[in-house]
């Protein structure tokens, strides 16, 4: 259990430190070899599938109603409801193309 608990301080630790080397803050980087660190520079400005990963991650980030992300952690109540909203906006929108998927059906049988 605490090796656990290790592992993913450690891994969100590591994340965050990679995240201030693509950020390019300087100063949060000093620990990494400037080689190192400008082979990644290269890597990261020229790898198209890495740009384009980044930038839906960060508009899911940045996007209130469409993210999974919530920056921390939620409580199961908050969970519920933005599930249940959601679910019930989907409900609303299949009911809502049923109806107008029948008008236009009534419409072609029956024309004016």
Not at 36 to 65: I, M, P, Q
Not at 82 to 91: F, N, V
Request: charge should be positive; aromatic fraction near 10%.
């Amino acid at each position: 259990m605490i090796r656990k608990i290790f592992d993913h301080q450690m891994t969100r630790w590591l994340q965050q430190m990679m995240e201030d080397v693509c950020e390019r803050r300087d100063h949060l980087t000093i620990w990494l070899r400037p080689d190192l660190k400008k082979a990644l520079y290269v890597l990261w400005e020229t790898n198209e599938g890495f740009k384009h990963l980044r930038l839906t991650n960060r508009a899911n980030k940045t996007s209130a109603t469409l993210s999974k992300y919530t920056g921390g952690s939620t409580t199961f109540m908050k969970t519920k409801a933005r599930l249940s909203k959601s679910l019930s906006r989907d409900a609303m929108m299949a009911e809502s193309f049923k109806y107008t998927h029948t008008l236009k059906e009534n419409k072609e049988r029956f024309p004016d």
